[in-house]
């Protein structure tokens, strides 16, 4: 199976290297992406949009053989979405890892400061202690030093879905920061936060207690339960 991983906010394809080796030893290829304006290297990252991002993992499903696993973190689960909204007949299941998916006119986050078109990592303190769980000192430093500023564009800019299938798309929420029960409780009382996945006819929750990051926090954990949701398809 071709597994396409999409990083979250300042991330670059490399965060997924404590996770992706574990995916390619069970026999699945793996395409772990840089997204336009994350790499170390590119100069323009305010003039690059969420559409182009979605783009970029489409343009993935399309080069490969057969159908696709998209496993998206944290607002890379938001452009997986669009990514299975865009190719719902090649998307063979969608994992979100402290992510879910975002509904049309939705932007991923609006809320942070912008600086120069784009979004710096924030100082720790700007995080709660849920997203920082297990995140250590060693782990912060790391993290910091390879983040890459956020095009503020991919943030900003509504989300755009035109294709109702993408709600046969399968999904598994792997849920670190807020329990499976907790998401479950706010899809019966309606809350707006969790809307459009409540629309996907078929998902699965996986708990992974642990913070925002858990490429970082816990790798190995995270690989056997992306290769679980695998297996399910």
Known sequence: MDLILIPGFW????SWRGVAPALERAGHRVRALTLPGLDPADVDRAGVRLRDHVAAVVAAVDEADGPVVLVGHSGGGAIAHAAADARPDRVARVVYVDAGPLGDGQPVNDQMPVVDGVIPLPDWS????????DLDDELRAAFRARAVPQPAAV???????TDARRYDVPATIIA?????????????QGHPYVAELAAVRDVE???LPTGHW??????AELAQAILAAVDRR
């Open 155 to 161: 943030a900003r800019d509504p989300q755009v879905l």
């Open 176 to 188: 670190c920061e807020y329990p499976a029960a907790q998401l479950r409780e706010w899809i019966d």
């Open 11 to 14: 991330l670059d394809g490399s």
């Open 205 to 207: 929750y996986v708990d």
């Open 214 to 219: 858990p490429q970082f926090t816990k790798p």
């Open 126 to 133: 700007a995080f709660g202690e849920e997203d920082l769980r």
